[in-house]
């Protein structure tokens, strides 16, 4: 293909002036035709490009049709609470707008549809290491096996070798360190003796030691199972074929039977999670898909009776959901996650529903969309800051003026709320801080927001005019933080704790059963509220198999935060 010489440019009426032309031209009627064609589809495609309707996906099926290839599922990506600077073309210049009455337009929108950009790339670091990384030091290998050595020929006291006039005496011992590899499931192999009476044949077998234990699996092993599968997201399969390279095979059949005996000795503190997570302060929700196969079965079966009824689809729900919700509750953090058919909205209304009367209204953060929605009078609703800006910033190529003046307010805003936080400023006093520096900017955002409407300066079916509708439209729950101590700006934290089961989705795709998922989440749950209350996770999921009596009769003395102290009572 010969790249042309310059760019075309084609305002409505030379395009209409052109297919004219082309009509009345001696070209047959099939290649006319064609050319109309080829000169509307490129007002169409200019169009869509510049509203940022199109995802280079859905450009590339448009144009070159579909091909067939495995569905891949999104990622949902985290809220970035930064802002960076946005510049426009290389020129300087914005790119040319295409007239709103051109032909082929409307029809071109709507096929468009409402597809999202790619969200920002963050700037590559220019140079140097970033904090926390670099060479670690010996201090940092607290896991590493002791071993001490002594000199095999001096002792302190001795005579120097090298000069005989001095004497030998202790320093601090020097540290080296060495990193070896091996399975993440190693065996041992206990050969017992056996005797037989060569009179009455009685056999005599002699005992395991002590450290052998009574079970083939130990409880450290399961507890490496389950954050294999829960945490570094490997599925059975891909764990099978390693340990088999290791001379330790261990069938994934067998690898369930051990992670489901560890979920039976947590599920318990998983339900006391529950009740004390309802009881929070601050929640964060948000869900993201998940495939389960049995519910899927059960969507080809109601599909098939919809259209034996002769109906075009089910009244149903066929969609599945994994749902997480991040409790705050005092200086506690907790991760609760469900998967099925229930959506954030719904697994939200039955952690409320074991919440004492006495209490006040929690703060809830979410996006804004309709199935996180609860009985809004039971909450304090928070909708996402970031998200708002990010219907800006996906179309500040386009709008680059009026997008501007929207980000660099909210990145302001964001900057007072990260100052506040780095000065650990408490609720009240960060409360007081946004109202004195940040206020005066919402304000005056909401003051050129309505301007552009009641002016009508701005399209409101356009891409700019749909986002500034939204951010009008959630304006009291977008700026919740200027009125409610502690209420957040955005729902970073729970998308980061998604990522945990999307971590399991990418690589193991589906779950077999409801009971799987179940189990995936109750033991998901436990890992993410180790990692926030700093607990060892591991040691963690060891703890509660050695003491699941324990466990089950007072669970409160086994949560992350309360099991150190419980193990070291007597």
């Not at 051109?102 to 950009?117: D, F, N, V």
């Not at 939200?348 to 929690?362: E, I, T």
């Amino acid at each position: 293909m010969k790249k042309p010489a310059g760019t075309v440019t084609l305002s409505s009426a030379e395009g209409e002036a052109l297919i004219a032309q082309v009509r009345q031209s001696n070209v047959p009627p099939a290649d006319a035709g064609m050319v109309e064609q080829i000169i509307r589809m490129y007002f169409w495609l200019v169009f869509a490009l510049q509203e940022a309707k199109l995802s280079v996906k859905r450009l590339r099926t448009l144009v070159f049709g579909s091909r067939a290839q495995p569905h891949e599922l999104p990622e949902s990506e985290a809220s970035a609470t930064s802002s960076e600077p946005l510049s426009p073309g290389a020129s300087g210049e914005a790119p040319p707008p295409v007239a709103e009455g051109t032909p082929g337009l409307a029809a071109a929108a709507r096929e468009a549809g409402s597809g999202q950009s790619q969200g920002e790339v963050a700037p590559t670091p220019k140079g140097g290491h970033r904090t926390g990384t670099g060479r670690l030091g010996a201090e940092a290998y607290v896991g590493a096996e002791r071993v001490e050595c002594r000199h095999e020929e001096l002792a302190v006291g001795q005579r120097c070798p090298v000069c005989g006039q001095g004497t030998l005496y202790e320093l601090p011992p020097g540290v080296e360190i060495r990193i070896d590899g091996h399975a993440l499931l190693s065996a041992m192999r206990y050969e017992l003796q056996k005797l037989r009476c060569s009179a009455c044949g009685q056999m005599f077998t002699a005992p395991l030691p002590r450290e052998a234990g009574e079970e083939k699996f130990s409880a450290r092993a399961r507890a490496v199972l389950v954050m294999c599968r829960y945490y570094l997201g490997l599925p059975f399969y891909r764990l099978q074929d390693y340990q088999a390279m290791q001379g330790v095979p261990v069938p994934d059949a067998t690898q369930w039977d051990q992670i489901e005996k560890v979920g039976d000795c947590s599920y318990v503190v998983f339900a006391y999670l529950e009740t004390l997570a309802a009881q929070g302060e601050l929640i964060y929700q948000d869900d993201t898909s998940v495939r389960i196969l049995t519910l899927l079965k059960e969507n080809d079966e109601m599909r098939a009776q919809a259209e034996a009824l002769g109906v075009s689809r089910t009244k149903e729900r066929t969609g599945m959901f994994t749902t997480a919700l991040v409790v705050k509750v005092g200086e506690r953090t907790m991760c609760l996650y469900d998967c099925g058919r229930a959506h954030a909205g719904e697994n939200l209304a039955a952690l409320l529903a074991q919440r004492q009367a006495d209490r006040d209204k929690p703060v809830v953060m979410s996006d804004a969309l309709s199935r996180n929605e609860v009985d809004e009078a039971s909450v304090m609703r928070c909708h996402c800051l970031a998200h708002g800006r990010r219907q800006f910033s996906d179309i500040a190529e386009v709008f680059p003026v009026e997008c501007q003046v929207v980000i660099d307010v909210l990145k302001q805003v964001f900057d007072h709320d990260a100052e506040a936080r780095d000065q650990q400023r408490s609720p009240e006093a960060r409360l007081r801080y946004h109202q004195e520096a940040s206020r005066p900017l919402m304000e005056a955002l909401k003051r050129w927001l309505d301007r552009q409407r009641d002016e009508r300066l701005v399209e409101p079916n356009s891409a700019l005019g749909k986002a500034m509708a939204s951010m009008q439209g959630h304006w009291t729950t977008l700026t919740r933080f200027l009125e409610v101590a502690g209420a957040p700006l955005e729902n970073n934290l729970v998308e980061r704790a998604l990522k945990l089961f999307i971590r399991q989705r990418n690589n193991s795709l589906f779950y077999r059963t409801e009971y799987s998922a179940s189990i995936a989440s109750v033991l998901t749950s436990l890992i993410a509220t180790c990692l926030h209350a700093g607990v060892n996770a591991l040691e963690y999921l060891v703890a509660l198999q050695e003491h699941r009596s324990e466990v089950f009769a007072e669970p409160a003395a086994w949560l992350p935060w309360t099991s150190t102290s419980s193990r070291a009572s007597p």
